[in-house]
């Protein structure tokens, strides 16, 4: 989901998608919890920069995890006129290799 509403206005506050991921934070896979979790995003739910736009990615796994954090986090996009893309991201290429 993009911060950029369907009429093409930015959304505010400017660390929407921050927050937004902070409170989906518990939502990890199983294990990959350990004393700090609690300070990190899930691998679910990450904000992240998209062509200069505030974003969020989405991983359709939490759909089946997690149905109800999966509806929330589509509902707020609905609620708040978010422009919603579907996408395939791929990992990063290892730096190494370059």
Known sequence: ????????????????????CGVMSCFRPEGSGGPNAHLQYSPYVRPTMLNGVRS????????EIEPLAYHFVVNFAKDNDLQVVEACLLPEADKKSN
């Open 1 to 20: 989901m993009q911060g950029i509403t369907s009429d093409g206005k930015q959304f505010r506050p400017s660390d929407w998608a921050e927050r937004l």
């Open 56 to 63: 969020v990615v989405v991983n359709a796994a939490l759909r």
